[in-house]
């Protein structure tokens, strides 16, 4: 049965899909608000297509171990920095298609996660203590939703 999250997840890598082709090469996205970095498409695409399997690996440690194990990383770390520069030359198809198969782990993860796991937390250094839910929601669902909205607006101005 889909749940919420699973729609909005759909929902957003949709939107993203649909955008894309719109995005002008040269078009670069507003600046960030805690970093000033503005990002062109490959950019984008490049993190969306980092993230999906990352924060998944990073929800099954938080549902594995529990007990407010660390988990994640913030906007500096480095390893996050070099997959965006690394693929951000990447073919936007091939993107895309990372950016599917991500999405197609994120789903098989929600359907195999009940409710005990989603109260499992971790330790974020930065927002602390969360569930496995608070972690996909604000890390996955609402994340991957930021993103459609960046590329709208970027290929909308």
Known sequence: MPTDRSS????????????????PDDARTSADPETGEQWDRGQVLAHVAEILPYWSEQVEL???WGGGVPFGRVKSDP?????????RGVDTAE???????????????L???????????????RLG??????IIDRFVVEHLEEHAEQLEETAGA
Not at 8 to 23: C, H, K, N, Y
Not at 79 to 87: H, L, N, V, Y
Not at 112 to 125: F, I, P, S, W
């Open 62 to 64: 938080v549902v594995e």
């Open 79 to 87: 390893e996050r920095i070099a997959a965006i520069e690394r693929d």
């Open 95 to 109: 993107l895309l298609r990372r950016v599917d198969q991500g999405l197609q782990r994120v789903l098989e993860l």
């Open 129 to 134: 203590e969360m569930t496995a839910a608070a």
């Open 8 to 23: 909005r997840l759909r929902s957003a890598a949709e939107r993203i899909r649909g955008t894309v082709p719109e995005m």
């Open 111 to 125: 359907d195999r996660l009940d409710m005990d796991a989603l109260e499992r937390t971790g330790t974020h250094e």
